[in-house]
């Protein structure tokens, strides 16, 4: 069974920065694409970025660009995200996902279903 497992959420101050992570156990994390997404309260949950089981290619939310960066390890099956000059609307419980690699991941990683395994969240407190 795939678990992802996220860590590294907790409280800052706008323009900082945190970094994320996601272990992943009960498979290889080179046969997984992987996401991050995050969920304000009240708001449908959203796209953050993704990146490519190799890590050839990496994905984000335009609200995000030039701020995040994703990156993986696969020898320690962890995959990170690194958060820059958060701001207050950057606030949410941030998901990591996993997609067992199948067809057509270049146009649709930014949906949610499209992912099969879910971590339990880390929540994100940006104040201003």
């Known amino acids: 069974q795939v678990q992802p497992v996220e860590s590294g959420g907790g409280l800052v101050q706008a323009g900082g920065s945190l970094r994320l992570s996601c272990t992943v156990s009960g498979r290889t994390l080179n046969s997984l694409n992987m996401g991050w997404f995050r969920q304000a309260p009240g708001l449908e949950r959203e796209f953050v970025g993704a990146?490519?089981?190799?890590?050839?290619?990496?994905y984000y939310a335009d609200s995000v660009k030039g701020r995040f960066t994703i990156s993986r390890d696969n020898t320690l099956k962890t995959m990170f995200l690194q958060m820059n000059s958060l701001q207050p609307e950057d606030t949410g419980v941030y998901y990591c996902a996993a997609d067992p690699i199948g067809p057509f991941y270049s146009t649709n990683y930014y949906k949610a279903d499209r992912y099969e395994h879910w971590g339990q969240g880390t929540q994100v407190t940006v104040s201003s």
């Open positions: 990146i490519t089981y190799s890590g050839s290619n990496r």
